[in-house]
């Protein structure tokens, strides 16, 4: 097998990105007043101007992960993941969840199958501390496929404790949390590479006792623990990994990343790298790389930020001056 990229898997992030730009250059009304916004389209959650604190909000979906639930015909869990890609964005802006509404969209009625998603989006809710308030169900047979999972969260922030990364500077240093598996990204390639492969997702996955399907429905890990740091510690910029990988690292700032001593990724990462024979810049532009949060602050801070964060949590690179560095090589 030749090796895979994303995009011959199906998803061209740089072409995502233009598409992306376009759309955002087509958005020219603003609210003036109360309510007005406070940062432009492009950061991981925008803000509103509420008086004496901001309401950030953000949207996102589980996406083709929902494929590998239709196989194993287990929907537990992807509401955790809807609830995480849109939790874990506000709290990279430091903003506290309160309240969600779902939207889901399917071929046709499956009680079963909503109650299980339900299972999740409740759960979701209470590792978040949130109210799911309302949401949409869709019947969509000529559109929709199977089903698809969305949502939108809505956090608030104190205007003066936004993070944004206008604070980083050289000589930070990165400190980054462990992700519980591949998170809700990077699913296409993932699915490409499974069904080129010898394996199928009931089969036991190499150096674990858990199935591939099992191993990719791990739900999205919720990093509320933010909240915390955010409270003790001068944190300068924050950063959820998610589709696109470490290329997410330059929303916070044009400064550059030096990664010299990155979180060592679980096995099924290796797994896909191997089947794939994916190249490990191309696993570091899709894939979390075992990764799923990042911390910018200064040096004297990075052991308690590492306490709060939990377990397995480390300091991996610096500032630096620009450029976004994986050992010597130069992700691009």
């Avoid at 309510?35 to 949207?59: E, K, Q, R, V, W």
């Avoid at 993941?81 to 399917?106: Q, W």
């Avoid at 199958?113 to 869709?138: D, H, P, Y």
């Avoid at 069904?195 to 089969?203: G, I, K, V």
Wanted: negative net charge.
């Amino acid at each position: 097998m030749r090796a895979l990229t994303y995009a011959q898997s199906g998803v061209d992030i740089h072409a995502e990105n233009r598409s992306i730009e376009a759309m955002k250059a087509c958005f020219k009304s603003r609210r003036k007043g109360f309510g007005a916004p406070l940062t432009d389209i492009g950061h991981y959650a925008g803000l509103l101007d509420m008086g004496g604190f901001a309401l950030a909000m953000t949207t996102d979906g589980v996406g083709s992960k929902v494929l590998v639930a239709n196989i194993l015909k287990k929907w537990d869990t992807v509401g955790i993941d809807c609830i995480a890609m849109n939790v874990n964005d506000l709290l990279a802006i430091g903003a506290e969840p309160i309240a969600f509404v779902d939207y889901l969209a399917v071929e046709r009625i499956d009680p079963e199958q909503a109650a299980q998603i339900a299972i999740g989006l409740q759960r979701g809710a209470e590792i978040s501390n949130m109210t799911i308030v309302g949401g949409e169900t869709a019947s969509l047979p000529e559109i929709i496929r199977g089903f698809d999972l969305a949502g939108a969260a809505i956090g608030v922030v104190d205007k003066e404790k936004v993070v944004t990364g206008e604070k980083i500077s050289v000589g930070d240093v990165i400190v980054g949390a462990p992700s519980s598996g591949l998170h809700s990204n990077g699913y296409t390639l993932a699915r490409r590479i499974i069904a080129q492969s010898r394996f199928t997702y009931f089969d036991q996955m190499p150096g674990s006792k858990a199935t591939i399907g099992e191993e990719l429905l791990v739900p999205t890990r919720i990093y509320m623990e933010v909240l915390e740091l955010i409270s003790l510690c001068q944190v300068h910029g924050l950063a959820h990994i998610t589709g696109s990988g470490l290329l997410k690292l330059r929303r916070l700032t044009d400064l550059g990343f030096a990664i010299d001593d990155p979180l060592e990724p679980q096995p099924v990462f290796t797994f896909l790298a191997e089947e794939g024979k994916v190249e490990e810049a191309e696993m570091y532009r899709t894939f979390n790389m075992g990764m799923g949060f990042a911390v910018v602050l200064a040096e004297g801070e990075a052991e308690k930020a590492c306490r709060i964060m939990g377990a397995g949590s480390k300091v991996i690179g610096r500032i630096v001056e620009k450029g976004l560095w994986l050992g010597e090589k130069e992700l691009v």
